[in-house]
């Protein structure tokens, strides 16, 4: 699942190639969409934003319409000169927006639609986002409040659920865990508020890091990604995708385990973070 900062990164890479310019060339598989396009054309349009919202992708077209998409697992966006060798197949291409300059595609995307600029704020699926962790502005003190609200469930489950904040995916989610030293299986409602506020505090931090990084302006999907300071590619992260490795804290050997319908994994240090009953 991207992250959010993925998500960022790459809407702020397609505001800066497309925002003010006028589509050239709209392309997709999808019926809905092409629907609309045949409708009221997006051809001629002016891109005015592009803009994350959680995993959303919104781009504003001007005449009201909005093209939300949401990556879930396996979508991105990359961003092409014309011409310009995509690399991904031509038959992954779900949306395809161009100018005269860019061509922007859509591979993979599972869920595309067009909203209407005013049917926005009413949206299902955004207005149910909790508080966005790259927001401009955020709610710290709601966000805790949605986490207790869920005192039930694993700590680690309710750091990827969208509505209670927005933006961790399953990379930062061991990430977070680990630099507060909780057990991603600890029940959320056993977890004191000092410790709720380090996850949301780190997580915050780590998915700004990333979006202030330096990244090479034709890469939407980078792949850089790092919450331990450290340049050594081999040395960024300090738990995710490292089982069987020494622990960069105690040494002691990092554990994976899967679980829920799509197998996620979690990585933890049973020393560095010990369940309740250790
Ligand atoms: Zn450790």
């Known amino acids: 699942m991207p992250e959010g900062d993925t998500i960022f990164r790459a809407a702020r890479t397609l505001h800066r190639a497309l925002s003010g310019h006028v589509v050239d060339r709209f392309e997709s598989v999808f019926p809905a969409l092409t629907r609309v396009h045949d409708d009221e054309p997006i051809t001629g349009r002016t891109i005015e934003r592009v803009t994350a919202a959680g995993k959303h992708m919104l781009m504003y077209f001007s005449g009201g319409h909005v093209l939300r998409t949401h990556m879930r697992m396996s979508g ?22 161009a100018t005269k300059e860019f061509e922007a595609v859509g591979f993979n995307i599972p869920v595309a639609e067009f909203v209407r600029m005013r049917d926005l704020a009413r949206h299902d699926e955004l207005r149910r986002l909790g508080p966005d962790l790259l927001g401009d502005t955020f709610d710290r003190t709601e966000t805790v409040r949605r986490m207790r609200e869920r005192g039930d469930a694993a700590i680690g489950d309710v750091l ?84 069987r490795k020494g622990c960069r804290r105690c040494g002691g050997a990092i554990q994976v385990k899967a679980s829920g319908s799509d197998a996620r994994l979690t990585y933890w240090c049973p020393t560095c973070q010990p369940s309740a009953g250790d």
């Open 160 to 243: 990827l659920n969208q509505r209670v904040m927005a933006g961790v995916g399953n990379v930062y989610k061991s990430e977070v865990l680990f630099a507060c030293g909780v057990n991603p299986f600890s029940r959320t409602g056993d977890l004191s508020d000092r410790q709720l506020e380090c996850l949301v505090d780190t997580a915050r931090r780590f998915l700004q890091a990333n979006v202030t990084e330096k990244l090479a302006p034709m890469t939407t999907y980078a792949g850089y990604r790092r919450t331990t300071r450290r340049d050594d590619p081999a040395e960024r992260l300090w738990v995710y995708g490292r089982a």
């Open 76 to 97: 991105s966006w990359h961003i092409y000169r014309p011409g310009e060798t995509w690399q991904r197949a031509r038959r992954d291409m779900r949306v395809l927006v």
